[in-house]
């Protein structure tokens, strides 16, 4: 019984002690992104790692989700004699929801994984040591840069989704099951508010970018300098950041549209 309490103890400190390393990287790196005024390269060049490199991915997911909402919706309305309301499920569906948080998943998996596995092998091949050595911060030259490019992306990577499958659920819904196209769109032009709808999908999506940058520069950090390591942080940069989208999904919904 009490060996089982002293790993408790120690597991509970261990994490306390990580979470404070966390949030003491994530103000130091906020720090450092005012140095980045001068050398935009440095975040363009990220932009596109991160953003341009995850477009295809997230266009095609976002093709076949538009596309599944579209079937699934009609199949459901058209019960009720309601599918010319099927352009408002699928942009409620969308923006609301699916668009950030199928977004920040994607995003965790292809990009996330990636800055981890970057920043991991960089600390390995002791690249920011000697970093270090040479005066150079690395938190200026390599974490920084990364990590806001992780912010701007998500939430333009999540308006590019949910366009997607917006055309997709067309495509599905008016192509081939015969749902009038302009029905479609007017329904949807008069049912999707722009502040209680879009502002709240994409004040979802920054947050989300926030959460996922932070979790995979700081684990590319903190990572073990040795391949396994390195393997385990990009692990754990895929798990922490699917476990946090959700959570965080379910409370800021709450806020957003219920009485939480």
């Not at 005012?34 to 991160?50: K, T």
Request: proline share 3%; hydrophobic share 55%.
């Amino acid at each position: 019984m009490i060996d089982a309490l002293q790993k408790l103890g120690a597991w509970s400190l261990g994490i306390l002690e990580r979470l404070g390393r966390g949030h003491l990287f994530l103000a130091r790196t906020l720090i450092s992104m005012g140095s980045m005024l001068p050398r935009p390269g440095l975040l363009i060049r990220e932009l596109y790692s991160v953003g341009v490199l995850s477009l295809l991915i997230i266009a095609v997911s976002g093709l076949f989700v538009g596309m599944v909402l579209g079937y699934q919706g009609y199949i459901t309305l058209v019960r009720f004699g309601a599918a010319e309301a099927l352009g408002t499920m699928v942009a409620l569906s969308l923006v609301r929801e699916l668009g950030p948080v199928v977004t920040a998943l994607l995003f965790a998996g292809r990009a996330g994984s990636a800055l981890t596995a970057e920043i991991g092998l960089m600390k390995s091949t002791e690249q920011l040591s000697s970093m270090e050595m040479m005066a150079v911060d690395p938190y200026k030259r390599v974490l920084a840069p990364r990590f806001l490019a992780g912010v701007i992306a998500m939430p333009l990577l999540a308006g590019i989704f949910s366009a997607v499958a917006i055309m997709g659920g067309y495509l599905v819904g008016v192509g081939a099951l015969g749902v009038d196209g302009g029905a479609y769109w007017s329904q949807m032009q008069s049912s999707v508010d722009y502040y209680d709808d879009i502002m709240n999908g994409v004040i979802k999506s920054v947050v989300f970018g926030v959460v996922v940058s932070w979790i995979a520069v700081f684990e590319g950090y903190d990572a073990a300098p040795t391949s396994e390591g390195v393997s385990r942080a990009t692990t754990r940069t895929v798990v922490h950041s699917a476990l946090a989208i959700l959570a965080l999904d379910f409370i800021l919904t709450g806020l957003m549209f219920g009485d939480i």
